[in-house]
């Protein structure tokens, strides 16, 4: 082979290498658009009337991720399986928000934490890294990160709306949480430096939790579930 046709062969790889990261963006934009909007289903609910309309707001965000199934199917068929984390990069992100947005449907309707598998079933993806399009284990990690971060925006907003029970057991989870993470050791640097923002998140919630102590409406709220 002479030089000029090595060189037109590995043109002709670069190009098709182009052509499919094109298309992989392309449906990636699709995803992100539908993650926008799920995302703004559920942030109606830090407004004063949105936490009376809860349920139907999760309801119209888990039919929205029929959507989100649909086009990861597509993108499954886009690249070779085994080539997954060549092109992790083009995905990452919104994979990363579509776990937090299935996160907190899931805290808004259970106020429990969505495991890993759940999100893979929500995503319609895989687990396992041998079955193909997976969910990565740091992926999973990041989207609950974010959530958190939603987390202590709702304690705040839920004083706001007066209902002062909800920031306490929003504390109680995200402490949970919190000490789930320090059994971990990260070594991901992106990963590594949400997680030094969930002390933030956890500060921030003690401190409406302390509010409400001193001013006396958490132990009203409790005096008027014990009713």
Not at 40 to 53: A, E, I, M, R
Not at 119 to 139: C, M, N, P, T, W
Not at 147 to 158: D, I, K
């Amino acid at each position: 082979m002479s030089v000029t046709e090595m060189f037109t062969y590995i043109q002709g790889f670069l190009s098709a290498d182009q052509d499919l990261r094109e298309d992989i963006r392309k449906v990636v934009q699709v995803l992100e658009q539908t993650a926008r909007e799920i995302l703004t289903v559920l942030q109606s609910v830090h407004q004063p009337t949105g936490f009376k309309d809860i349920p139907s707001k999760c309801q119209r965000a888990r039919e929205l991720f029929c959507t989100v199934r649909t086009h990861m199917g597509e993108l499954k068929t886009k690249f070779p399986a085994e080539q997954y984390y060549r092109f992790h990069e083009h995905w990452r992100f919104v994979l990363q928000r579509l776990v937090f947005l299935a996160a907190f449907v899931v805290y808004l309707e259970s106020e429990s934490l969505v495991t890993r598998e759940e999100v893979a079933q929500i995503l319609s993806i895989e687990v396992e890294r041998e079955k193909g399009f997976h969910l990565d284990v740091e992926d999973y990690l990041a989207g609950v990160l974010i959530m958190a971060s939603e987390l202590s925006r709702l304690a705040v907003n839920s004083v706001t709306a007066g209902d002062y029970g909800r920031p306490l057991r929003i504390s109680n989870f995200i402490n949970e949480l919190d000490s789930g993470f320090r059994l971990l050791n990260l070594k991901n640097d992106p990963l590594r430096k949400r997680y030094d923002g969930l002390k933030y998140d956890v500060k921030k919630i003690e401190e409406v939790v302390y509010d409400l102590s001193i001013r006396g409406l958490a132990k009203e709220q409790e005096a008027g579930g014990d009713k």
